[in-house]
T-cell receptor, first 109, second 118 residues
Framework: GQNIDQPTEMTATEGAIVQINCTYQ??????LFWYQQHAGEAPTFLSY??LDGLEEKGRFSSFLSRSKGYSYLLLKELQMKDSASYLC??????????WGAGTKLIIKP | NAGVTQTPKFRVLKTGQSMTLLCAQD?????MYWYRQDPGMGLRLIHY???????AKGEVPDGYNVSRLKKQNFLLGLESAAPSQTSVYFC?????????????????FGAGSRLTVL
């Protein structure tokens, strides 16, 4: 079956760095998305990786290893507004999105 | 731009009642989707549409119907609500993608509709 695994919850300190991991098992692979979702709000796009390596966008970076079925989202210089859930979603061979349950990130002062 | 707008934001139903969730997008996107989000689970696709007048079943279509009479609107109906349909519902839209789905295209989501069925 197809599956996306990510930790349920993580806690980090304001100003620090946190890495949110995602492992995937999909039938074929056509890329991996990260979305951010603040409580009670819509998911919003953060990143899309289809090739191996690290892509950086300001304080956020996303990494993909296709051989290991693994991705991570790296958040630097954490701010209180980064408290949110982070959703990992893989694109399978049929171009369907397979969603993880999300990682709730709690930022403490 | 408003993006994707969903109404209502909150609704409480009794078992057996019917209702319709409305979704409107102003980005001229071809594709539209209805998802449900439940605690501890990933987003699950209910139904989707690749254009005006077309609809297709997603992962969890039972108990729901949809219609796309206009390109900008996508309606989700519950004919006879059940407690198992208590959830947060998200509408999303995207440009056309590969395989008849969003593929590698970014989804733009609405703010969600919280439905409780008693």
């Amino acid at each position: 079956g197809q599956n996306i695994d990510q930790p349920t919850e993580m806690t980090a300190t304001e100003g620090a760095i946190v890495q949110i991991n995602c492992t995937y098992q999909t039938s074929g692979f056509n890329g991996l998305f990260w979305y951010q979702q603040h409580a009670g709000e819509a998911p919003t796009f953060l990143s899309y990786n289809v090739l191996d390596g690290l892509e950086e966008k300001g304080r956020f970076s996303s990494f993909l290893s296709r051989s290991k079925g693994y991705s991570y989202l790296l958040l630097k210089e954490l701010q209180m507004k980064d408290s949110a859930s982070y959703l990992c979603a893989g694109v399978d061979s049929n171009y369907q999105l397979i969603w993880g349950a999300g990682t709730k990130l709690i930022i403490k002062p | 731009n408003a993006g994707v707008t969903q109404t209502p934001k909150f609704r409480v139903l009794k078992t057996g009642q019917s209702m319709t969730l409305l979704c409107a997008q102003d980005m001229n996107h071809e594709y539209m989707y209805w998802y449900r989000q439940d605690p501890g689970m990933g987003l699950r696709l209910i139904h989707y549409s690749v254009g005006e007048g077309t609809t297709a079943k997603g992962e969890v279509p039972d108990g729901y119907n949809v219609s796309r009479l206009k390109k900008q609107n996508f309606l989700l109906g519950l004919e006879s609500a059940a407690p198992s349909q208590t959830s947060v519902y998200f509408c999303a839209s995207s440009p056309p993608g590969q395989g008849g789905l969003s593929g590698a295209n970014v989804l733009t989501f609405g703010a969600g509709s919280r439905l409780t069925v008693l």
